[in-house]
C-alpha cells in the first residue's frame, strides 16, 4: 500500500481521484460504505481510490484531552484497508494550521492537488474547515463548480442504532464485544507487536506470545478464548488481557498474552491479529505461582472446549 503524508503528494496519484475522506476510526461500517462510494467511482472512471484521514485525531488539536480513544491504530487500520482493496492513503497531518484553514479554501487545494479531483465521498453529516463551517452542501457546490462528484453517504443502522465509532466503544468498554463486531460488520479484534515478556507462562508450561495492543480503548480486562491467525493458519487458544497483578511487574502498560494451543514456535517482532470470543473470567491477583498455575490449566481446559478441541 502507498501511505501519502501531505496533500501535494495527491500530484503523484494517477487521475481522477476518488477521495473518501473520514477520521475512520475502528472502519465500521459506516466507514466502508464511505470508502467503498469511492473505490466505485474510481473504478467507473479508471482512476485511484485515496482513502485520506487524519493525523493526529483532529480533536487533539481542537479541543485538547477531549479526543477519544482510538479503536485501532494506524498499523492495523492499515491491514484492513488492504483487505478492502483499499491500494493508496493519504494520514493528512492535522495542525493548528489545519484547524484554521477555511473549508473553501481546503476544498481548492484538494482541487489544485488531485490531477485531476473526480469525486469526493464522506459521511452526510461530515463538517469540515474552520468552525467546522463546512458541510456536504459546500462540498456540492463546490463540486458543481469544479466538476467532481460529490457522495453524501447517509448513516447506517443495525438494530435500529446509527452505527458510530462512539457507540461501537461504549460497546467494546461494556464488553460486548458481539455487538461491537455487528457494527464493525467483523469479529472484533486486538492488534499489535509481539514483545519480549517475562517468560513466566512458559515455565508454568504454557508458554505465550506478549501482544502490546495498538488500540488505545481496550474491553475489560480477563481472560478470554481467542482465535489467532499462524504461519497462515487460524488457530484457537486463550488470552489474558491486562497488566498481571499476580506476578507485579509494575507495569501499568496493558498486555495481551496468547497461549496459542498445540503450537510452538518464535513469533516475536511479529504482528499479530487476535480475534476475542467469548469472557472466560475477570483478571485477578492469586495468592501464589501454584494457585496461578491451577487456575491457568482450568481456564485452557474451558477455552479448548469452547474451541472444539
Request: aromatic share 6%; glycine share 12%.
Amino acid at each position: 500500500m502507498t501511505i501519502l503524508h501531505s496533500l501535494d503528494q495527491l500530484a503523484s496519484v494517477p487521475g481522477p481521484v476518488a477521495l473518501a475522506i473520514g477520521v475512520f476510526d475502528g472502519l465500521h461500517l459506516g466507514h466502508q460504505e464511505v470508502i467503498r462510494a469511492a473505490q466505485e467511482h474510481a473504478a467507473q472512471h479508471h482512476g485511484t481510490a485515496v482513502v485520506m484521514s487524519f493525523e493526529p485525531h483532529p480533536l487533539t488539536v481542537l479541543r485538547p484531552g477531549s479526543e477519544p480513544k482510538r479503536l485501532c491504530g494506524t498499523a492495523y487500520r492499515e491491514v484492513l484497508l488492504k483487505r478492502m482493496g483499499v491500494n493508496t492513503a493519504l494520514l493528512c497531518p492535522f495542525d493548528e494550521i489545519t484547524a484554521a484553514t477555511p473549508a473553501a479554501l481546503f476544498l481548492d487545494i484538494l482541487t489544485r492537488d488531485c490531477k485531476p479531483l473526480g469525486c469526493i465521498s464522506v459521511g452526510y453529516g461530515w463538517s469540515f474547515g474552520k468552525g467546522r463551517s463546512g458541510n456536504i452542501h459546500l462540498l456540492m457546490e463546490h463540486g458543481e463548480r469544479e466538476d467532481f462528484a460529490v457522495y453524501g453517504v447517509p448513516p447506517i443502522r443495525v438494530d435500529g442504532e446509527v452505527v458510530s465509532s462512539t457507540l461501537i466503544r461504549d460497546a467494546v468498554s461494556g464488553g460486548d464485544l458481539i455487538k461491537a463486531s455487528r457494527l464493525l460488520g467483523r469479529d472484533y479484534a486486538l492488534y499489535g507487536e509481539v514483545m519480549h515478556g517475562r517468560e513466566l507462562a512458559h515455565q508454568l508450561g504454557f508458554p505465550t506470545a506478549n501482544v502490546r495492543p495498538e488500540a488505545e480503548l481496550l474491553p475489560p480486562f480477563g481472560v478470554y478464548a481467542v482465535r489467532v491467525e499462524v504461519d497462515g493458519s487460524l488457530r484457537s487458544g486463550i488470552a489474558n488481557l491486562g497488566v498481571r497483578p499476580t506476578v507485579e511487574t509494575g507495569d501499568t502498560v496493558p498486555s495481551l498474552e496468547v497461549h496459542v494451543f498445540d503450537w510452538s514456535g518464535d513469533l516475536y517482532g511479529q504482528r499479530l491479529e487476535v480475534t476475542l470470543g467469548d469472557f472466560i473470567r475477570p483478571e485477578q491477583k492469586f495468592s501464589g505461582i501454584a494457585e496461578l498455575r491451577a487456575q491457568i490449566e482450568a481456564d485452557v481446559a474451558l477455552a479448548r472446549g469452547i474451541a472444539g478441541l
